[in-house]
């Protein structure tokens, strides 16, 4: 397995994403995971024991991120135990994280002090985040496909990445419906999210797969400021395409979204059944050929011509205001000669 | 590929209660009327948050049981920084003055903002309404067969009308755009607002002693932060 994590603060020391979550118990069996703490709705400031101020969000994400690999750490084989009731039982191990967390929250709100003004209403939450979790593990016993147990709230996003192409695997969690492309435009708030002391709910999707795939978690730095949810794919493909090994991909992608995203940017990717990097680059030769030529090369071509628009536009405007400003100067006198002082 | 960036279109409308105890409050927002805009450029670059258009209006209300004609006061939409003077100017006019008993006409005021000729241009669209008062409401149903002959028609006759405004269906406001923002004390209607009403932060003061509690620093990172 190869393991890609990326962690790009916008402000250095205050990202309020947490670092990616990315664990390996076993070759076949690990954990990967994005937290983001909600700026707007986490922007009350708190102080720790040692007198350090964070804003909720920064703290909680990463509460978020230690209770959810607490509890994965402590529970999972429960997973591995409940063979073919798995589908049923799943729904209550969910649960059991949701109470984890819930509780786990207040006990760590103790650990804080807030400010002396105190806020109300949905648009602020004690230590909100998203999570976007999946724990992925072989199962022998059930024929030696790959079980991806996905669980989330809000918009922070679990995607599939295989030769046919990315599938996002999470439905993101806003108050207003848009769809993975118009919400880039439309920027809706998010319906559900971690946080303690609220009523929240964590959602679930249980997957096999026998072919190989890649899996992802992305925090909204990482795809909300491209111009389609196809530009994501090509970012990731592109990255891998021209890398000749992991470390490679790793650092064309953290170039890539450090010059893109206007915000904190957290990924945890896993390669799962592919036989070393150049078997993986090479499953995606094709499809990367085809959102380059059908897709990516024509927008990059029509960019270019508004921006020439721009330009010509921008050098008219210009060429109009000093015609007019030159031609004023010769009519000034004549026009102001009985206002003139 | 392009990044996209994060361009706001950003309309702002301040609701102020200028009664005679808001001297203090009032005094500060024509302060710093001439830098608001400059102010809230300057945060919201911080958060890398670019203002592509900026608009503020004003709405000052006092009680239309005692205050008669100077009840409430509402300005057109002013583009910042273009229109900063006339802004200030504006704002130069308003003053602490009346308001008789203890509640005041705020709901009559959010009602007023909620129904602003807001932008619709722009693809990231803010529209935040703040509320500055001290006082509690009165209710919208006061009076209902009599009201004041000042009393402007068309406002919404029961607090679930103005709740509908605000979030229902046909909603002058885009529920991803609008932001409500509440200096008010713990009373009614402004905590029946802040525990129903979505999209709405409230900000707690001491009903009667003006908000010379707050900062108002601390007033634009809330306002800046809800962008």
Redesign the interface.
Known sequence: MIGIDLFIE?IEGQGEDAEPLSVLYSETEGLIGVFDGM??AG?TRYQDSEGVTRTGAYIGSRMAKEIAAGFFHFEKDRLLWYGRELEHRVESFVGDLTKALKGGLITKEKEYKSGN????????KRFPSTAALTYYWKDIQQGGDYKNLVIWAGDSRVYLLDRQGLKQLTKDEL??DNDAFSN??????VSNSISAGADFHLNHLLLSRKEPYILISATDGCF????SPM?FE??LLDGLINSSNADEWKKKLGD?LG?????DVSMAAVTVGWNGFDELRDAFLLRYAQLEMQL?RKV?QI?SSILKCKEIIAAAEEEKRSLLSQYWQTYKPEYEKYIEG | MESQGIKYSVDLVLCIDATGSMGNIIGRVKENAVKFHSDLYERMKKKDKEIDSLRVKVITFRDFYVDGEHSMLESRFYSLPQEEKDFADFVSKVYANGGGDEPENGLEAVAAAIKSDWTKIGEKKRQVIVVWTDASTHPLEKDASAKPGNYPAGLPKTFDELTDLWDGQSSPMSLSAKRLILFTPDADCWTTMATYWQNTLHCPSKAGNGLGEMEYGTMFDVIVNSI
């Open positions: 916008k700026g707007g922007s003004i105190s806020y109300r209403g949905d648009m602020l108050k207003e880039i435009y439309k920027d809706s708030p909300g400021f491209l111009e530009h090509h970012l890539r010059s893109v995203a206007r915000d990516v990059n960019n």
